[in-house]
């Protein structure tokens, strides 16, 4: 089974802040990945798939990068909007996907 | 405009079964890959199952033998029949729509296993 580590579990940032937050896979998974946000009580929402493709309407401030094992979810300029939770999963072993555990934004 | 809402969670001792629902408008739930995800209380997501189009159903080690998949065509409706619940089977399900990445999820349903 493909395991996915997230790093840092939670980040303390402020409006404005330039975040990275890195999840790793544990063999490879080409481009595979995807990464989420959710908001307390809320669903998860789709941000970024195939580690770099930016889903319709989310904003260009959000980006992802990496292939292989290592990849970078990135928001270049926090906003309030965006303190949450933020999940990688990978599909390389699709129908089974796995999900990281997650990397809180919290205010700072 | 296309919208999933599930239902059937609540309490249930350990042992028994519960069905949940998922009903899905704006779009055809038999045309498309659908998931069930999970989410333990404060923890993170976990992949259940999936069903294909084509009708193919896979499912997670920890739910094999006691989940089942389905969906009923003409009232547009996933569903995920949960047998020999666990209390580590707690947790908000999520039905969710999409193949490798799902990108349409509903509001979830508690599924509190207790007794």
């Known amino acids: 089974d493909i395991q996915m580590t997230q790093s840092p579990s939670s980040v303390s940032a402020s409006v404005g802040d330039r975040v990275t937050i890195t999840c790793r896979a544990s063999q490879g998974i080409s481009s595979w990945l995807a990464w989420y946000q959710q908001k307390p009580g809320k669903a998860p929402k789709l941000l970024i798939y195939?580690?770099?493709s930016l889903q319709s309407g989310v904003p260009s401030r959000f980006s992802g990068s990496g292939s292989g094992t290592d990849f970078t979810l990135t928001i270049s300029s926090l906003q309030p909007e965006d303190f949450a939770t933020y999940y990688c999963q990978q599909a390389n072993s699709f129908p089974m996907l796995t999900f990281g555990g997650g990397t809180k934004v919290e205010i700072k | 405009e296309v919208q999933l809402v599930e239902s059937g969670g609540g309490l249930i001792q350990p042992g028994g079964s519960l069905r949940l629902s998922c009903a899905a408008s704006?779009?055809?739930?038999?045309?498309?890959?659908m998931s069930w995800v999970r989410q333990a209380p404060g923890k993170g997501l976990e992949w259940v199952s999936v069903i294909y189009s084509g009708g193919s159903t896979y499912y997670a080690d920890s739910v094999k033998g006691r989940f089942t998949i389905s969906r009923d065509n003409s009232k547009n409706t996933l569903y995920l029949q949960m047998n020999s619940l666990r209390a580590e089977d707690t947790a908000v399900y999520y039905c969710?729509?999409?193949?490798?990445?799902?990108?349409?999820w509903g509001q979830g349903t508690l599924v509190t296993v207790s007794s």
């Open positions: 704006g779009f055809t739930v038999s045309s498309n890959y």
């Open positions: 195939a580690a770099s």
């Open positions: 969710a729509r999409g193949q490798l990445w799902p990108n349409y």
